[in-house]
């Protein structure tokens, strides 16, 4: 079983729709959790990150953590063509980082 | 400030043959990590360094060597290539520890 679950998708959504991202973990050591963003044929990219359980917002991004159930999701808010990308979540343990997946993301003009 | 680059961008090998990915990085970040990305799997830590002088395993090392030539430098060695090798290698570095890793372009390997 992998530590880091996350829906591959592909998932494909109008410009303007409310996307919503989830991963579920195992470990109950990972400490902080992330979204990358990996446009094609390119390297990740860090998006955001969160410690604790709860909500961070950045711009028409938010990231949410419950740690008591080990489910993390992302929410794009107002999704533009340009948030078309694989969306990785990661989870830190120490150094090292456990990524899922990814969910591949088209948003549709 | 060109961040994180890898060499080759593509590569063809047969199979038993070898070969090394270089990697390097003009961010003065102490650690630096190898990953390799295939479908249905997503990233997997190869091997990373956590500093100058000192490598240690990830999840899937067998196969792979490493030399952490310099602060800036590491480079990843396949000695006996494999298909199972086939795939994206990405290189990345980070303050040490931190959540945000920088990843460079990535190497596109086939083998045959």
């Known amino acids: 079983q992998k530590e880091v679950e996350q829906d591959p998708g592909p998932l494909s959504v109008p410009e303007g729709a409310i996307v919503s991202l989830n991963c579920t973990y195992s470990n109950s050591a990972f400490q902080y959790f992330m979204w990358y963003r990996q446009y094609s044929r390119k390297g990740p990219e860090l998006l955001m990150y969160?410690?604790?359980?709860g909500n961070k917002e950045d711009g028409r991004f938010t990231a949410q953590v419950d740690k008591s159930s080990k489910y993390i999701s992302l929410f794009i808010r107002d999704s533009q063509p340009s948030d078309s990308a694989t969306y990785l979540c990661a989870m830190r343990q120490h150094s090292r980082l456990t990524f899922g997946e990814g969910t591949q993301l088209t948003v549709n003009p | 400030n060109a961040g994180v680059t890898q060499t080759p961008k593509f590569q063809v090998l047969k199979t038993g043959q070898s070969m090394t990915l270089q990697c390097a990085q003009d961010?003065?970040?102490?650690?630096m990590y190898w990953y390799r990305q295939d479908p249905g799997m997503g990233l997997r830590l190869i091997y990373y360094?956590?500093?100058?002088?000192?490598?240690d395993k990830g999840e899937v090392p067998n196969g792979y060597n490493v030399s952490r030539l310099n602060k800036r430098e590491f480079s990843l060695r396949l000695e006996s290539a494999a298909p199972s090798q086939t795939s994206v290698y990405f290189c990345?570095?980070?303050?040490?520890?931190?959540?945000?890793?920088?990843f460079g372009p990535g190497t596109r390997l086939t083998v045959l």
């Open positions: 969160t410690y604790s359980s």
């Open positions: 961010m003065n970040h102490n650690s």
């Open positions: 360094s956590a500093s100058e002088g000192t490598t």
């Open positions: 990345a570095s980070s303050v040490s520890g931190d959540n945000e890793q920088f």
